[in-house]
């Protein structure tokens, strides 16, 4: 079946101006979860959702930060006033237990 | 800040050896997950490993946990060129959220 899907796959954008990431998770997987990773990092925990409530939104580094999931499937994660300190991979992923299966990312610069 | 270290950093052997990456971590933890990552993008889930468990296997790896010392292990037996990868654990802290917290991870070289 399909995985974890990701868009866009890169994103180019200027200091300053605001972007939208979306993730589309496996069908039926009701918790989803917004990573970033910067070059040579782990992944950092940023949100996770289980339905349509973020449970746990104690990894957004501040308010520019700020993520939906409406229907309980596909999520939007916003970012405001882009920083080029917000250049990262940004991965999603969805479970459905503990397993999570990961998207692709997308790459997001801020130039 | 990232509860989870591995080391080593990196690491290059030769295929066929066996290569072992080690993690270590802070807190109390519900369980630990081994992840693998080729290219810098999508994670794939390699083996879970709860806090009642000490050792596990899976195929060619193995999973060892050391709740006392907050330690786990992670071991390739019989190394691939196409095991080049970097390898991270992630912990599922027993804090009462939902974090799930990755290690900086291990970069895996295999010459063929």
């Known amino acids: 079946g399909a995985g974890v899907s990701q868009t866009p796959s890169n994103k180019v954008t200027e200091k300053g101006k605001y972007v939208e990431l979306r993730c589309d998770p496996i069908?039926?997987?009701?918790?989803l979860y917004w990573y970033r990773q910067s070059l040579g990092q782990g992944p950092e925990f940023l949100i996770y959702f289980q339905g349509t409530g973020a449970a746990d939104d104690s990894g957004l580094p501040n308010d520019r930060f700020f993520a939906v999931r409406p229907e309980g499937s596909v999520s939007t994660l916003k970012i405001q006033r882009t920083e080029r300190g917000d250049s990262a991979v940004y991965l999603c992923a969805s479970s459905r237990g503990d397993t999570q299966y990961f998207g692709p990312g997308t790459r997001l610069t801020v130039l | 800040s990232q509860q989870g270290e591995e080391d080593p950093q990196a690491l290059s052997i030769q295929e066929g050896e066996n290569a072992t990456m080690n993690c270590s971590y802070k807190t109390s933890i519900n369980n630990l997950q081994w992840y693998r990552q080729n290219s810098g993008r999508g994670l794939v889930h390699l083996i879970l490993?709860?806090?009642?468990?000490r050792e596990k296997h899976s195929g060619r790896l193995r999973v060892t946990l050391d709740t006392s010392k907050k330690s786990s292990s992670l071991l390739i037996t019989a190394s691939r060129a196409a095991d080049t990868a970097s390898y991270f654990c992630a912990t599922d802290p027993n804090t009462g959220g939902f974090k799930t917290i990755f290690g900086a991870g291990t970069r895996l070289f295999v010459k063929a």
């Open positions: 069908s039926g997987h009701t918790a």
């Open positions: 490993i709860r806090s009642n468990e």
